[in-house]
């Protein structure tokens, strides 16, 4: 058995074991300190060996990785882990209960599914630029897709309208935050990735790579002014959702401009 699969085995069972922990607690209603301890534990533990099974699946045979598969597990492996360490400021079992059956759902599927996307021989650090890039704009996909819907539960509760689907969602002010933990994360990933092209990338002429860089830092002012604005101003609600959009639209121009000037008008 492979060190990946084995980590990956281990992921599970722990994943399991935080799941069968946390739902415990919410049907006896209980928010003791032994219970929620043990409950991170094992989610801690879990998430280490999602990252090792992740990595091992990214870099393997001498070359890099980056199909849906690797860069799935990996994405999911860093949102488990964002959703733990939120816990441990707060109770957020909700959002434990939410989350890793999707984290699950990653690791069976990078087990199982084969990938067919053809191995890269990179420079560590172009490699490493690539990585931050994919997870930095995986998460912001993330967070904008759940601004989305704050938008849409804002509306309701606005409306006082009840869509019995919300009661399946975690309360609005812990989506809220975990949103901000993510453009957190994310925006930590983009600086790095920046600042990693800045230094590793020499041909910027290469499939619109200035075009992206120059999108990913308007992306990423807009992103720092959102957060500013949240840490000083308190800023929320409708402003966070306006500005998660904005720094997420000029990501795709960034991304898909490139890419649709690149192959139908040169």
Known sequence: MSSTTLTGIIALLFYVGTLLL?????????????????TLVAGFIGVAAHFYSAGSLIYRDTAYHFGVTEVSTLIFAAITLLTLLSNIRRPAGSLILAVLPLAILSILFS??????????????????????SIVAYSLFSIAALQSIFLAFQNYQLKHHHVVRVMRLFPPLQDMERLLFELL??????????????????????AQGLAHKMFFSLLAWVVFTGLLVGRHVLGWRGTTAIKGTLTGFGLLLIGFYGSKFVLEFIL
Request: proline share 5%; no cysteine.
């Open 111 to 132: 087990l199982i599914v084969p990938s067919t996307y053809p191995p890269q021989h990179l420079d560590t650090g172009i490699a490493t630029h690539v990585i931050l």
């Open 22 to 38: 946390q739902r415990r607690s919410v049907n006896l209603g209980s928010a003791r300190s032994g219970t929620r301890a043990g």
């Open 184 to 205: 957190w994360a994310a925006q930590i990933l983009l600086s790095l990735a920046i600042a990693a092209g800045f230094l590793f990338v020499s041909d910027w002429g």
